[in-house]
Each structure stands twice: as C-alpha cells, then as structure tokens.
C-alpha cells in the first residue's frame, strides 16, 4: 500500500478570476498525525465546537467545523504544493474542497481494497471489552478548554 499520492489540480476559479495548477503529494496519516489533526482542529475553532442542539450563537457553525476540518487535515497530510498553495491567501473554498477530495479518495483507498477491515469476530471482541469505536472524547476536551 503506497504511504504518498501525487496528484495535479486544474482550477479555473470564477470567484477570484484566477487559475490554480500544479501538483500535490499527500501522505497517508500515521497514528500520531491522526492525534495531530484533532489538536489542529480544536486550535482553529479556539476550543469549541459543533453540536446540532446548541442555541444560536454557542458552539461553531456546521460551515466552519467542516472548513476547519478541512484546513487541519491538509495542513498535516500535503507534503509538496505548488508555490501558490498558501492557505491564508487562496478564497476560494472550491480550490480547498478539490484538493481535500483528492486527499481524502487517497486515503480512503486502503479501506475500499477491504485492507484494514475488522472480521466480524474482531467486532464481537470489541464489543466483549465494552470499548467502541465510536467512543467520544472531542465532546470533553472543547469542554475542558472552556473557561
């Protein structure tokens, strides 16, 4: 299984009339880029985060939880960009979305070849140790964080 992906972009972008090409490489998130990833995110979002049920005005906005997952997640994954790939300058959101679908079938193309897959008798183990995947601990740390 490859660890990088090299892949081109060609982006003609309405937005800020301008045309983004080049290439990328992007890695695969080793266990503690993964850790990294979560730390980015709750930096970007100064500590808080997204939930469906808070009242206006608490907590961030479905639009800006994915944005900062998105800005998080290539900061740590792309390894080689063009020159012109400067976060804090590119506006358009279309530019970020591409390159982060690109990343993202990269990645998750281990998972399609059923490599990594748990057997149903991995699952029933899981379940006997009363730990699941789905165990949350974002929900505590953005609590922790708050004053």
């Given amino acids: 299984m490859a660890k990088t ?8 972008s309405d937005e800020d009339e301008r045309h983004y090409e080049g290439s990328f490489t992007t890695k695969r998130l080793s266990i503690r880029d993964q850790s990294k ?3 980015r ?3 970007l979002s ?3 985060h997204y939930d469906p049920e808070a ?3 608490q907590g961030l906005d479905i639009a800006t939880h994915v944005l900062n997952h998105m800005l998080a997640h290539l900061e740590i994954s792309i390894t080689e960009a ?9 506006t358009d959101p279309e530019v970020v979305e591409t390159v982060f679908e690109e990343v993202l079938s990269f990645e998750s193309s281990k ?4 490599e990594n897959q748990k057997t149903s008798s991995d699952k029933s183990e899981e379940s006997d140790s ?4 789905n165990a949350v601990v974002d929900k505590e740390v953005p609590a922790a964080l708050q004053p």
């Fill in 5 to 12: 992906h090299t892949f081109t972009v060609d982006i003609k």
């Fill in 37 to 39: 990833l979560q730390v």
């Fill in 41 to 43: 995110k709750i930096q």
């Fill in 46 to 48: 100064n500590g808080m």
């Fill in 55 to 57: 009242p206006p005005g």
């Fill in 82 to 90: 063009p020159d012109w790939w400067n976060l804090d300058d590119i």
């Fill in 111 to 114: 998972r399609s070849t059923g």
């Fill in 130 to 133: 009363g730990v699941s995947d």
